[in-house]
């Protein structure tokens, strides 16, 4: 008799513990589930009416440390300038500009009437290691690099450079808050960066050895794991186009390919580019069947665009001096820029000619000045990331 009061006692107290879980986790379901509200995070293209955005942050900003992955996305006459300062801080007096700058954006972009969300103020100069490599941050300034909005989702993007390799962390609180409020949320899989993803052997000596290993398709990350950057990847409704660069690798293009149908088609483009890094200073769609194409960089199949209606604007040459210092960047920042809705952009204060080019487009600049920002590497597509666009999933692209 005793001991089957054991085994009741035991099977009770199971039970109880069993019922306490219960419990406890529909409390979880109960505070974890999404707010009977609209859900904040919506984007399907590159131009409805922008309504919320996150914007990056320069503070703190540090030069990444030289390793292959960034020589192969830097101009070779910035390499001293990488080699000098890497793991330390930007220029201090160029990056308190750069900062002022960005809040000016900020500023603007509310008085325009969109809400402006920020990532967290980071230390990046921590040093961190993984089995695999150590090193320390860069900045949570390009929030479009990390970030892709496709729907309702968010998604992290696998980053290629070890010096990003803890970026995201700066953007989970806002990232938290969105999924509590009913947005999807999707973390790519983490790249190991190990040994194997880059081609620790890759050739660079000059710009006319990037012109030919662009030109056979060889970059400096391998097919060892997924890799990409959300900045490779363009939206146009139903239609996401992407390029191979230094960054983004076959295997990352596929996940994504796969993540994403059957309600999305990504479409792989590429160009005449002796530096693949990123494709919206190169390729930029501002409009249904409209799209700024690099004339420096021409689209290998521009065509399949033009057979499709669209209207292809070859943007005019940028108006920056040789003298500006564009330590992670090319002069073509200047079409970099970011659609409020169909008939507001914001550019560069500067760039005079593209905005004549706009206003004949029938499209209202509003002109900021960020040639400090420009410095750490985006425009003002890069800078940011729409959180939300007032509009529906369309097909623009047949």
Known sequence: MAAEFQKLKAFQSTSSSAAAVQSQALVEDTVTEPLAQECPVCA?????????????????????????????????????????????????????????????????LRLEGVNVRRPEPVDWSFKYS??????????????????????????????????RFFEYRAYRPLIKEYFRKGAKWTTAP?????????????????????????????????????????ADFIRAG???????????????????????????????????????????????????????SNPDRPCRQIEMFIKAGWTVMKPPTPLIPDDHPLWM???WLSMNVLMLDEKRVMVDANEFSIQKMFESLGIKPIKVSIRHANSLGGGFHCWTTDVRRRGTLQSYFH
């Open 238 to 292: 139903r239609d996401i186009f992407v390029q191979r660069s230094q960054v983004t690798n076959f295997m990352g293009i596929e996940w994504m390919r796969r993540h994403l149908a059957p309600d999305y088609k990504v479409h792989i483009i590429s160009f005449k580019d002796p530096n693949p890094m990123h494709i919206d200073a190169t390729f930029n769609i501002i409009g249904p069947g409209l799209v700024l």
């Open 130 to 163: 993984t089995p695999d490599f150590t090193s320390t941050g860069m900045y949570a300034a390009m929030p479009r690099d990390i970030l892709l909005v496709v729907g309702n989702e968010i998604i992290e993007a696998p980053m290629a450079w070890r010096s």
């Open 329 to 331: 960047s090319s002069k």
């Open 44 to 108: 399907f293209n590159e131009w409805d009416p922008l309504e919320e955005v996150i914007v990056g942050r320069a503070e703190n900003a540090r030069v990444p440390p030289f390793t292959v992955e960034v020589k192969a996305n830097t101009y070779e006459k910035y390499w001293p300038f990488y080699q000098r300062f890497g793991g330390q801080v930007f220029p201090e007096d160029h990056l308190k500009k750069a900062i002022v700058e960005i809040e000016e954006m900020c500023n603007i």
């Open 190 to 230: 983490k790249p190991t960066m190990a040994d194997d993803l880059y081609d620790q052997d890759y050739p660079i000596r000059t710009v006319e050895d990037r012109h030919k290993l662009a030109a056979q398709g060889k970059f400096v990350t391998t097919e060892h794991e997924p890799c990409f950057d959300a």
